[in-house]
Structures are given as C-alpha cells and as structure tokens.
C-alpha cells in the first residue's frame, strides 16, 4: 500500500515556474514507477509525466515536454515535477500516481492517486 500527498501547487502568472511534490509512504517507494497527470475543469485526467523506479528513464507529454522536468529522490520518498515556462493552459488540479511499472502510469491504471493540487496559471 502506498499513499501519496501532493503539494507545492498555487497560483503563477503565465511565463513563471512551480516546483510540485509528491511524498509518499508505505514501503517500497523505490520500487515503484511515479507519474503526474492533470485535470482541467470540464475535461479528462491527461498524463503529464512519468520515471522509472530508478529514474533512469522519463516520459513526457507532448505538450509539457521541454518545459516540464520531473524527478525523484527515492531516499526521501519523493517525486518532483519542476514546471517551467507555465501557460495558461497549464492551469489544473495535478495528480501524482504509483504503479509496478511506466507502462501502467503512462496508461493511467496506476492503483495509487494522491489528492490532487491546484496549479493556476494567470494570462
């Protein structure tokens, strides 16, 4: 079992950077692929990032990709997602998931969700 508490959301005007994270407890942490998603109002839950157990491989969005840099320190228990160059349309509640593997995040059927934190980004 793993449960996960996002943070580090707020509002930003378009052009700035936020750092979010997600610390999770239980055990295993380091054995498991983290992901972030986001979801605007009105619309579905859309992959954000994704990294392997390891952190040796990273997955991206096409539209965050270049902007957006995930990370994670398996000695904290902690996955990061620095957010760059932020865009209006950035604007959403974002989600950090763990699963047994990328593919699974990537694919959304992750069986843990954190609750979500806001990021607003002002035009």
């Known amino acids: 079992q793993v449960q996960l508490v996002e943070s580090g959301g707020g509002l930003v005007q378009a052009g700035g950077s936020l750092r979010l994270s997600c610390a999770a407890s239980g055990r295993s942490f380091s054995s498991y692929a983290m992901g972030w998603f986001r979801q605007a109002p009105g619309k579905e839950r859309d992959f954000v990032a994704a990294?392997?157990?390891?952190?040796?491989?990273?997955y991206y969005a096409d539209s965050v990709k270049g902007r957006f840099i995930i990370s994670r320190d398996n000695a904290k228990n902690t996955v990061y997602l620095q957010m760059n160059s932020l865009k209006p349309e950035d604007t959403a509640v974002y989600y950090c998931?763990?699963?047994?593997?990328?593919?699974?995040?990537?694919?959304?059927?992750?069986?843990?969700w954190g609750q979500g934190t806001q990021v607003t980004v002002s035009s």
């Open positions: 990294i392997n157990w390891s952190g040796g491989a990273t």
């Open positions: 998931a763990a699963g047994e593997s990328s593919s699974r995040v990537r694919a959304g059927s992750s069986p843990y």
